[in-house]
């Protein structure tokens, strides 16, 4: 089983090896929230670091969204922005 689990690795990339469990919400709060560091980035307009630390590029409106998930806004708030 290792052996196939490690030759899928080597010639998809389909599986991922992580030492530690990845932390992801399933349920959107009522005062959503992200990273500091993504707030930062978005307001910037550099490349945001998710949580799997990859850079992603976001459109105008996903970083003007990012640049006010703070934790103060309520989801409808920011869902009738």
């Known amino acids: ?8 690795y080597a010639t998809s990339r389909a599986i991922e090896f992580q030492l530690h469990p990845s932390i992801f919400l399933t349920t959107v709060s009522g005062h959503p929230a992200t990273t500091p560091l993504a707030r930062w980035q978005a307001a910037r307009g550099v490349r945001i670091t998710n949580a799997r630390h990859e850079n ?11 640049t006010k998930l703070d934790g103060t806004r309520s989801l409808a708030f920011l869902t009738a922005e």
């Open 1 to 8: 089983m290792s052996q196939w689990l490690l030759s899928q």
């Open 56 to 66: 992603v590029l976001p459109g105008p409106d996903e970083r003007n969204l990012l």
